[in-house]
């Protein structure tokens, strides 16, 4: 036997041998297990990881969308809803994951929809197939009141007369309450009609029940102090003058007396809290145009029989039978969040020059009745010296008060939260030929979406998108 064989040999006997013990082992076995199993856990670890974020944005998209949606569902705020939802997204860093906002706006409620998603990376789950993962978000929000008052203001000055103007105001105003005060929106909605022209005749049954330096039974309007159109109450408290009866406007020839300064018709009164379909459009289809305009006016009484401060004489005429039982009570306080107040406030024009008596010749029974016989100029230009003529009467308003306090007294009606729908039906809006009936209107509307400007038989058209919004109510309970 050779050297090299004795040496090789025992090498390969230990070889085998050492090959055969590891065999016969398992200790192998569970280092391959080991890091099978810490293999999975990091697996697992990682798409958890992924469901994680996917939760951690899920909330954060989730968040921002629920804000969004209660702020713009808010009835008090007057922004556009879609636009308050973007600037929310937008703010928050997320403008790109808005999907879509979905906005039904009434009257009376708004509910605002949105939807949104972003696609997350997953490091892990790629591993998977599953390249990304879509983070949703849906929110939804209403906010609506089941009672509504309503003022609705009327013009019926003299302008009215034009063309086809006040029957237009009277078929638009039909439709209105046929729409409205429909059947299931009993007891619901009342609607106070408010006619004005130069004054507005408050009628015997408010009248009679304010505190009133009274002169005369002609007719029933109330004269009010500049600093009253600040404020939405009407005061109680104060003693209040009627104002003259008499007639200034002239034709130059006749002593007619049927537009008076104060509205003396019986279909000129205000008509308060109302559900009367039939009573309403019968009082409308009586009316007849006639003097001056003083838009300052009916607004004063829309936003004064929506305050509180009404509620006395209201409750007065409940009591009397002149206001059904129901609305007794009304109007409610602002923060009633079952009830929504709200103005129509239309005119064709302009608030113009309104001039009153002088007191010297207006402070005596007689001198009362002497104007309810002569139209102030046709007796001025008859009886008096040319020279004697202005004594006998001043200038209480002009266009420019007028519209200062008309400004005042929406201003005042919006800070409560009253919600003011406006119409200016055929009016001009060229302040470089000293016309700004639309530009008055709209500052005085809640916001430029809540005026209409209109001509013709639009008008019909305003007053049924405004009822429509009213009547959806009744849609969503």
Known sequence: MSHSFMTIQPMKDAIA?????FAREEDGIMTVWVLFVILMMVTVGGIQLDFMRHELERSRLQAVSDRAVLAAADLDQMQD???????????????NYLSSVTVDDGLNYRTVSVNASKELDTPYLRKFGVDTMTVPAHSTAEEHVANVEISMVLDVSGSMAKGTRMTDMKDAAGVFLDTVLRAGNEDLISVSLIPYSEQVNAGPLIFDRMRMNAKHNYSHCVEFDN???????????KWHDQ??????????????RNDTVCPRYTDERIKPFSQDRTALKTQIDGLQPGGGTSIFLGMKWAAAMLDPSFRDINNSLVSAGAVDNQFYGRPVDYDDPETLKTVILMTDGENSVSNRIASYYYDSDSEVVHWDKYNLNWYLYNYVSSWNRSSF????????????????????????????????????????NN????????????????????????????????ARKINQLRLIQ
């Open 17 to 21: 041998a050492q090959t055969r013990r």
């Open 81 to 95: 809803p879609k636009t308050v939802v973007e600037d929310y997204f937008t703010k928050s860093g997320m403008a």
């Open 227 to 237: 600093d009253e159109f600040n404020s939405a109450a009407l005061d109680t408290t």
């Open 243 to 256: 104002a003259q009866h008499f007639q200034w406007n002239y034709d130059g020839r006749n002593n007619y």
């Open 393 to 432: 009467y001043w200038r209480k308003y002009d266009r420019s008060l007028g519209n200062s306090l008309l400004s005042n007294i929406c201003t005042a009606a919006k800070a409560k939260r009253i919600v003011i729908w406006t119409i200016g039906f055929e009016v001009t809006d060229d302040p470089y």
């Open 435 to 466: 016309n700004d009936g639309a530009d008055v209107m709209r500052n005085c509307a809640s916001s430029p979406s809540h005026f209409f400007d209109v001509d013709g038989v639009e008008l019909s058209e305003a007053f049924k998108a405004i």
